[in-house]
């Protein structure tokens, strides 16, 4: 047989490598349109006037953030971060579910050394969690810093089938160009209509921003859009309004910080800063949530300070807020009530669980008509 010539050969080449590719290119799955789930109907239900607050078990002397999530038979979860007071690096993240008689006893669910250890990463600390649960399964994303806060996190994912008592090894989440790091997390992910979630995020290296992580069905990511601000912004906290609108609250960033309210009008494809919205807090954690009426709540620090937690209440889609209750304030110097999270239960009433004092989780329960009634 007569060899080929090297250069049709080269491009003979080059032909099968430009065939192959296109053939990768061809078998990569396409996303649908981002679309949100619908929110439920606004709900005509009255429930009585009714509040209670109570304290989670302890599972170690320093408490961080903490998030909720509801299980397929009505129980509620609680994951938050717990660790000895004088060393960070030992926190850990921990899990109790609210059944009919009280809380469990908490669970440890992700240490630094098993998330080191399973994601073959060094870890400075563990972070933040978000919990969340979608039919059978149970999700939990948390953050893991190989360098300390100033240089943003490691997004991590492990999932639960049996409510929680046992878990997946921690997978990384492929955010950033910069080895998945850099990144942290923004409030609770929020459904789409092809049964994928989107997850609010934020940058934290070089510059801080919102940004819109869009996962599938099976957890992989498909996109990411980044909410673009003007100033620094981090951890953004998103609401579904309809099919294809979002609300996003945004925590301020830096010595001039600033909170903002962005829209989405497209399913979540492009953020714009609505600059008619006033938000009540400028620089320190809030939550958000749809409450069975329709009206949007948000939970959070008062201007000035943490030495309260307030909740508010707006009617026309966040462009005005109304306080409406203080859930606990104190004046004394060791008074900080901050990292809250909402979580609307299938009856109508919300639970809000935040740190108190850097020590304990707080956990309230209340209705719609509590939060319109009295003084705030």
């Known amino acids: 047989m007569t060899p080929m010539p090297p250069r049709l050969l080269h491009w003979s080449s080059a032909g099968l490598f430009v065939g192959a590719m296109a053939v990768a290119f061809w078998q990569i799955p396409t996303a649908d349109a981002p679309a949100f789930s619908r929110p439920a109907a606004a709900s005509e239900r009255q429930l009585p006037a009714e509040m209670s607050l109570a304290v989670l078990p302890t599972a170690a002397p320093m408490a961080g953030p903490a998030s909720l999530a509801l299980l397929p038979d009505g129980r509620v979860s609680a994951a938050w971060l717990a660790g000895p007071n004088d060393d960070e690096s030992a926190a850990a993240i921990w899990l109790a579910t609210l059944g ?117 069905a099976t957890g992989h990511v498909l ?17 579904a309004l309809d099919e294809q609108r979002a609300l996003a609250v945004l925590r301020g960033y830096g010595p001039a910080a600033e909170g903002s309210m962005m829209m989405t009008r497209d399913g979540g494809r492009l953020w714009l800063t609505d600059s008619a919205a006033s938000l009540p807090n400028p620089d320190n954690p809030v939550a958000l949530v749809r409450l069975s009426s329709g009206r949007l709540l948000l939970a959070g ?76």
């Open 100 to 216: 009919r008689n009280g809380w469990s006893t908490p669970q440890l669910v992700a240490s630094r050394e098993s998330t080191a250890a399973g994601t073959f990463t060094h870890l400075n600390k563990l972070g933040r969690p978000v919990l969340f649960n979608e039919g059978n399964w149970l999700h939990l994303w948390y953050e893991g810093l190989p360098l300390g806060s100033w240089a943003g996190a490691l997004i991590l994912h492990s999932s639960s089938t049996d409510g929680g008592k046992s878990w997946s090894r921690a997978k990384r989440l492929s955010t950033s160009p910069l080895g998945a790091m850099g990144s942290g997390l923004g409030g609770p992910p929020v459904m789409l209509e092809d049964g994928g979630l989107g997850l609010p995020i934020d940058r934290r290296f070089l510059n801080h921003g919102g940004e819109w992580l869009r996962l599938s």
């Open 301 to 376: 620090n008062p201007q000035q300070g943490k030495e309260a937690l307030q909740l508010w209440l707006s009617a026309d889609e966040g462009k005005t807020w109304a306080l409406k209750r203080t859930v606990e304030a104190a004046a004394d110097g060791g008074a900080e009530f901050t990292w809250p999270t909402l979580l609307l239960a299938r009856d109508g009433r919300v639970h809000l669980a935040y740190t108190s004092r850097r020590q304990t989780i707080k956990h309230a329960l209340f209705s719609e008509a509590w939060l319109d009634g009295g003084a705030p």
């Open 223 to 239: 996109s990411k859009q980044r909410m673009q601000h003007e100033q620094p912004k981090q951890q953004p906290a998103v609401v």
